[in-house]
């Protein structure tokens, strides 16, 4: 089995990291959930070596994940967990929980798990950091994300792009308060919030 690779990793990759690297600083234990080929778990935790990054993602993703931490051989890559958004969550707790492109993936039903359980999975003032498209006001923010939502349903009818208020909404009530709203390229954003102390 050759290792998977998912071309948009390279292509975001260094606009993310510029964002963890300073929302990050001061975080030691990160779950990043959903994270698909292993390409970000790797070369984020190449990059920020203070910071003990588990990779997790559904069992049929586990493999392509591992072959990326084997290669890397980093220290601070423990094996991914298997993890369904729907199922049984680790029992470690963690002050950072990170996820990409994954909002837009789930079903909505799957977004309000995700929202749900974050509290069992981390600290008094964790960091969550969710990075991917999101819509404004029930609007898209651009032609090309209006497309990509096209295309998203195309693939199945339980995707598309979330609305950041919904979102929001979510995260509140998990006990999140978003602190930034950071625009990226190809009209992303990086949303970060706070959990309250």
């Known amino acids: 089995m050759e290792k998977p690779v998912a071309p948009s990793c390279d292509r975001n990759r260094d606009p993310i990291l510029d964002v963890l ?5 001061g975080r030691r234990d990160v779950l990043e959930i959903g994270s698909g080929t292993g390409q970000h778990a790797v070369y984020f935790a190449a990059a920020m070596p203070w910071l003990r990054w588990q990779s997790s993602d559904r069992a049929e993703n ?3 994940i591992r072959l990326w931490l084997d290669d890397a ?3 601070n890559t423990p094996p991914p967990v298997e993890l369904d958004v729907t199922g049984t969550w680790p029992v470690d707790t963690f002050d950072a929980v990170f996820t990409a492109n994954t909002l837009h993936i789930m079903a909505w039903e799957e977004v309000q798990r995700f929202f749900a359980q974050l509290p069992t999975v ?6 969550l950091v969710v990075y991917g498209p999101f819509n404004e006001r029930g609007r898209f923010t651009s032609e090309s994300n209006a497309q990509f939502d096209v295309w998203l349903k195309q693939r199945g009818a339980h995707m598309g792009i979330r609305d950041a208020a919904d ?13 930034h709203d950071l625009p990226m390229p190809a009209n992303n954003r990086c949303r970060i919030w706070r959990r309250h102390a």
């Open 21 to 25: 690297r300073e929302h990050l600083a």
């Open 62 to 64: 586990l493999p392509g």
């Open 167 to 179: 979102v929001d909404a979510l995260a509140a009530g998990a006990g999140f308060r978003l602190t």
């Open 122 to 127: 981390t600290r008094p003032e964790a960091t």
């Open 73 to 75: 051989g980093l220290p």
